[in-house]
């Protein structure tokens, strides 16, 4: 069974820290990108990063560069999202992805034939 769980979420103060998790299981994890997606106010979903399957290149959206940094370990099928200075626009919910491609489009993301998700894990950021 083909699965992705995310795992990190809660609720941070504004300026905080939290360190998202996704655990694949039941595909082989390294013939996809992986990408961090989050479902926002009125359920508008956003490709925050991605990180390419093979060579490692991390993408991000303009809306978290220089605070976000996303990684992955092929060998142990994992991800992560490392969130720093968190502000109140980045709450919602996070979701872990593989997809066979990804570009970067004037500081967005774009994903192409979106393959598993996870369950999402709710980042809170409020004080």
């Known amino acids: 069974e083909v699965q992705l769980v995310e795992s990190g979420g809660g609720l941070v103060q504004p300026g905080g820290f939290l360190r998202l998790s996704c655990a694949a299981s039941?595909?082989?994890?390294?013939?996809?990108?992986l990408g961090w997606i989050r479902q926002y106010a009125y359920k508008r979903l956003e490709v925050v990063s991605c990180?390419?399957?093979?060579?490692?290149?991390?993408a991000y959206a303009d809306s978290v560069k220089g605070r976000f940094t996303a990684s992955r370990d092929n060998a142990k099928s994992t991800g992560s999202l490392e969130m720093n200075n968190l502000e109140s626009a980045d709450t919602g919910v996070y979701y872990c992805?593989?997809?066979?491609?990804?570009?970067?489009?004037?500081?967005?993301?774009?994903?192409?034939?979106?393959?598993?998700w996870g369950q999402g894990t709710q980042v809170t950021v409020s004080s």
């Open positions: 992805a593989t997809m066979t491609y990804f570009r970067l489009v004037s500081g967005t993301l774009w994903v192409d034939d979106v393959e598993s």
């Open positions: 039941g595909f082989h994890f390294a013939d996809y990108d």
């Open positions: 990180v390419r399957k093979q060579n490692g290149g991390i």
